[in-house]
């Protein structure tokens, strides 16, 4: 038995590995940070023989309340990620399975590979209307890449989506792929109406340092980058620096930065309410935007998130406050759970990878509902 996590994402710690019934784990802290949660690893195994895997002190992890009613996820092909019974009990997460084959990944979510950001880049700036632009270097001396969608002029809107800051929240990135497919689709209408009215710039992994580490919240040098908005550098948060003084030549008109929740089991968007220069204005966007995913796809819902900041009390050193602030422009940070969404559970799967994916070309289409006021 043996139990692997040097690889893309990788991240576990092994404690006990010689009983297949008491395999004892833990979880890597972030490089010079106390955040932990992400975690991947691969078992190679006898199979068809019950396996008992526990990952010890979660109460002292990121999010604690994240590990209530989660189950973990596996994969034998690293291309379909079902979801393991867990249970979580006194800070051990606990979860068990009879392997079908000799090797098996687990993870916290389906992770979303450095390959695969590269392939996706790859694909995208292959058709027409895009193209990749690299902005500058990681800390690790990675690319900083965006995509230009569109043919910009001085009366179309410029429309931003961010995703992934937060590096192990990688859902973020499967609703990134699955946008980015419609997008470039040039047989599908939400994409024509959009493109002829507005050019989009799309940064499918804002953290690509933090992503390859297996990190679940920072960059190479342990930095929060959504809390980096106001005062970025080249020093502690190049990915933040390099795009925001990008949003700064292009414009920037509307701005959906995507992420992942721990511990909250639906779909849901932050605003802006709490900016200072809040106004009715971009509260009839919000109100818009919000009333068109509703009436989109049931996967998305307005009764529970976050609480609502009071006016004036935003932290902008958030992403999305930050250019709400700065552009007088319509921002959501959109949410999606780790565990499942309550309002469709699936057992089998939870919220997943695919459902990412589908979410992502559905929040494309509630943008042809605003693109005409976004000025």
Known sequence: ???SSNFDSGNIKVIEATDPLNIQLEINK??????YQWFHFRLETTPYQLHQLNINNLDKSAYPDGWVDYQAVASYDRQTWFRVPSSYENGTLTFELEPECSSVYFAYFAPYSYDRHLDLLSWAQSQELC???TLGQTLDGRDMSVLKIGQPSADKKVIWVT????PGETMAEWFVEGLLHKLLDDEDPHAAALLSKAVFY???NMNPDGSARGHLRTNAKGVNLNREWQT???ENSPEVYLVLNKMREAGLDMHLDIHGDEAIPYNFVAGSEGIPSYDARLKGLEDSFKAALLTITPEFQDTHGYDKDEPGQANLTVGSSATAEEFKALTYTVEMPFKDNNDLPDPDYGWSDRRSYQFGQDTLAAIVNVVD???
């Open 232 to 234: 970025p550098s080249m």
């Open 1 to 3: 038995m043996k139990i």
């Open 30 to 35: 972030d490089h010079q940070s106390e955040f």
């Open 131 to 133: 193209q990749l632009e």
């Open 202 to 204: 799309v940064v499918p």
């Open 373 to 375: 006021n976004l000025r």
């Open 163 to 166: 995703a992934r800051q937060h």
